[in-house]
């Protein structure tokens, strides 16, 4: 008697994540302007306290990201929620670790650069690929979730301690992220920066922009801000993504093309074929 073994083939799904489009740019820094306000709202002016915070943020993240493991194929409202979600526990980890247990944000910084460093050079390691284009497995969508959460922490980071070191206002501290960003895209315009490199700068870039932005908006007038709340400033950012997801579920402008399961499972055969375009 033999027995033969065989490996069970990889869950091959459509793309989990959407297309690059400035939609998918809008919506994220929306996102990222709610982890800042709303996390703020919810523990300093409603005083449910910073760690009760993060501990439910971080179980209404998890339930999420269970739902959207899931499913097959991207669906904005999951998605979406998803970001939502992982915004506020990102800035929340990265506060726990400076109001909480008083570690300096550089070092913050530089932990969190280390850990994305280590999570990209395994996810590369093991996929061959970072394109988000290629979100079409189990394996490869848990790595895409753990590098966005360590991007958030670590925005969150870089963009406290650049305010700490600058001592700018709300209003002069959106100027610095936004500057690097439009950099960025001039230099992946003009080919000195690839797509998925490029692509991954902006998404830690956007982070700190979002949050700044929030601050802007939520902060007194006598400190610089506009005198919203953060609240208010939730509240209509929390509108403005529900309404740009309502639109794209229902015209579908940011769904990547639909791959046949036999065209899958020859990207994961060959995957330095992939020769997506991130930024866009």
């Known amino acids: ?20 489009t400035v939609y998918f740019w809008i919506i994220k820094i929306l996102c990222t302007t ?13 005083g449910f306290g910073l760690t009760n915070t993060t501990i439910l943020f971080g179980v209404a993240f998890a339930v999420t990201l269970a739902f959207q493991f899931r499913l097959d194929r991207y669906v904005p ?35 969190f650069s280390v850990l994305l460093a280590i999570v990209f050079s ?7 690929t970072l394109s988000i284009h290629t979100i079409v497995t189990t394996p490869r969508e848990a790595w895409y979730w753990t590098a966005v ?32 960003i439009l950099t960025i895209l001039v230099t992946w315009k003009l080919g000195w920066t ?19 932005i929030g601050d802007f908006l939520a902060s ?8 919203l709340g953060t609240l208010v400033t939730s509240v209509l950012f929390l509108g403005a993504i529900l309404a740009t997801v309502i639109f794209l579920t229902i015209t579908g402008r940011d769904r990547t093309e639909a791959v046949r399961p036999t065209e899958g499972a020859a990207a994961l055969d060959h995957p330095d074929t992939d020769q997506a375009q991130e930024p866009r």
């Open 77 to 111: 409202a999951v998605y979406w929620l998803t970001v939502v979600l992982v915004s506020v526990f990102g800035t929340l980890v990265t506060d726990t670790l400076t109001d909480g247990h008083d570690v300096p944000l550089w070092f913050s910084t530089l932990l």
């Open 1 to 20: 008697m033999t027995t033969s073994t065989s490996r069970t083939p990889a869950r091959v799904m459509l793309n989990k994540v959407p297309e690059v």
């Open 220 to 227: 007194p007038k006598s400190e610089g801000g506009l005198g």
């Open 194 to 212: 690839g797509p998925v490199f490029s692509f991954w700068i902006a998404y830690i870039l956007t982070r700190p922009l979002g949050a700044n």
């Open 122 to 128: 395994i996810w590369y390691a093991r996929e061959r």
């Open 149 to 180: 959460l360590v991007t958030f922490a670590l925005g969150t980071a870089v963009g406290d301690w650049t305010i700490e070191l600058t001592g700018w206002g709300p209003g002069q501290s959106v100027l610095l992220p936004l500057a690097l």
């Open 34 to 46: 709610v982890g800042e306000s709303f996390a703020d709202y919810i523990n300093e002016t409603l």
